[in-house]
């Protein structure tokens, strides 16, 4: 079947603008996370739903950040006044929730720059 | 805090060879340890994972072997191909369902 799939796969921007990033998880798939990563280093995790709700959003670096999965399947990470420093490649996972040991799929990644 | 350590941050193997990647781990409450593997401008792929009730785990060329009192984990590649070029993190994982924290990476280069 499908992977996990997200748009756009690049997005370049400017020092404070909005951005939207969208995930569209495994068919199926009840757990969704992101991560951030930079150049030269490992994912770093931002925040985890299990369903609709945000079960742990302890990674978001600040309040700028926000993420959403409305309707349990797609979710939008939303950066508001973005920095230069947000620079990174947003990778978005899931994972089925309904087998140990739950796996998580990584999808393509959307890589942002903020000029 | 880096909770997983990462090492060596770049390798070169000669085809046919074995390629060894470690880590060590500080949290003794993680109970779950992928390995992914990593192409440019990819994201991470699922490898092999492992759980500390056993202490190797053998799939094809990729072998992880676990040490739980020394907090350590390693990847093995057997028979190392060019195609395996690429970049290897490990994590771990505290409970079912919860965040991977990842190393740092290691960049392996296996030359024809």
């Known amino acids: 079947g499908a992977g996990v799939s997200q748009t756009p796969s690049n997005k370049v921007t400017e020092k404070g603008k909005y951005v939207e990033l969208r995930c569209d998880p495994i068919?199926?798939?009840?757990?969704l996370y992101w991560y951030r990563q930079s150049l030269g280093q490992g994912p770093e995790f931002l925040i985890y739903?299990?369903?609709?709700?945000?079960?742990?959003d302890s990674g978001l670096p600040n309040d700028r950040f926000f993420a959403v999965r409305p309707e349990g399947s797609v979710s939008t990470l939303k950066i508001q006044r973005t920095e230069r420093g947000d620079s990174a490649v947003y990778l978005c996972?899931?994972?089925?929730?309904?087998?140990?040991?739950?796996?998580?799929?990584f999808g393509p990644g959307t890589r942002l720059t903020v000029t | 805090q880096q909770q997983v350590k990462q090492s060596p941050q770049s390798l070169i193997v000669q085809k046919g060879g074995i390629s060894i990647i470690n880590c060590a781990y500080e949290?003794?409450?993680?109970?779950?340890f992928p390995w992914y593997q990593q192409f440019p401008g990819k994201g991470p792929a699922l490898l092999i994972a492992?759980?500390?009730?056993?202490s190797e785990k053998k799939e094809g060329r990729f072998t992880i072997s676990f040490n739980k009192s020394a907090k350590q984990f390693s990847l093995h590649i057997m028979d190392s191909q060019p195609g395996d070029s690429a970049t290897y993190f490990c994590?771990?994982?505290?409970?079912?369902?919860?965040?991977?924290?990842f190393g740092e990476g290691t960049q392996l280069t296996v030359n024809p």
């Open positions: 739903f299990q369903g609709t709700g945000a079960a742990d």
């Open positions: 068919s199926g798939h009840t757990a």
């Open positions: 949290n003794t409450a993680f109970d779950y």
């Open positions: 996972a899931s994972s089925s929730g309904l087998a140990s040991p739950y796996e998580q799929y």
């Open positions: 994590a771990a994982r505290v409970t079912s369902g919860s965040r991977l924290t």
């Open positions: 492992i759980r500390p009730d056993v």
